[in-house]
């Protein structure tokens, strides 16, 4: 990964949810790109500070208590025909919490994928700044996070071949190889079979994904091979492999 800049990231309000928190409901959600974006602002963890002071010693004792996702203060250029910002603008005159997604423009390779954040937080505020006439009339909405906040990290595309589906079909008792090689993630890949199983009598290179081996039952073998590579980057593909008598 490089530092990046925060040029075209972008921001997504979705519909009204006060309990939403799984990624799954998260990534099902139908997003409004709120438009016209000049500061996304800052947000992250960040701990309260409690502390107490030993008589033994003098000293000041300092723990950590509640965590604090933190508030966004978002700047747009207003613009009153945007279904996003007429979202962000009607969820300050409520008081349900809404889902967001930050997306970032740092995908590692042309076909990767950037890095993602999503929270819910009710939009405490929707204040335009019109000023002199030489002003860009502004709005800051105010997301103040409630909970956690999911990240997806960049990652690169990486592609299995052969692709998923059944392999070239083996003999019992006949010497059998075919390689699944991952291609596009950062660093080296290694193998694992990651549900089902491979056919009695043949093995998975963790290294260099050959399968290889003689196999000694017939049947139909359904398994999935995983590829991870240790700079970044995963996938998986599902397989079969039928051996005949």
């Not at 056919?199 to 139909?220: D, Q, V």
């Amino acid at each position: 990964m490089t530092v990046h800049t925060n040029a075209k990231s972008r921001l997504f309000i979705g519909a009204a949810n006060n309990t939403i928190s799984e990624l799954s409901e998260f990534e099902a959600e139908d997003w409004l790109e709120i438009k016209e974006i000049e500061d996304i602002g800052e947000f992250g963890v960040e701990g309260s500070e409690q502390t107490f002071l030993s008589l033994a010693d003098g000293y000041v004792r300092k723990l950590k208590g509640s965590l604090n996702s933190g508030t966004l203060e978002v700047i747009a250029g207003r613009d009153p025909s945007d279904p996003g910002q007429n979202r962000a603008r009607a969820a300050a005159g409520d008081w349900f919490k809404y889902p967001f997604k930050v997306e970032l423009n740092d995908k590692p390779t042309p076909t990767g994928t950037n890095t993602v954040y999503y929270f819910r937080a009710p939009v405490m505020s929707a204040k335009s700044n019109y000023g002199n006439a030489d002003n860009i009339v502004k709005t800051t909405f105010a997301l103040s996070i409630d909970g956690a906040i999911l990240e997806l990290p960049a990652a690169p595309a990486v592609t299995m071949s052969p692709a998923a589906g059944a392999l070239t079909a083996g003999e019992e008792d006949v010497s059998y190889t075919v390689t699944i090689a991952a291609t596009g993630g950062a660093g080296n890949p290694s193998y694992a079979i990651t549900a089902g199983a491979l056919p009695a009598g043949l093995s998975l290179n963790a290294t260099t994904g050959e399968i290889s081996g003689t196999p000694t039952a017939t049947g139909s073998f359904s398994f999935t091979v995983t590829a991870t590579f240790d700079g970044a980057g995963t996938a998986s593909a599902a397989y079969t492999l039928n051996v005949a008598a």
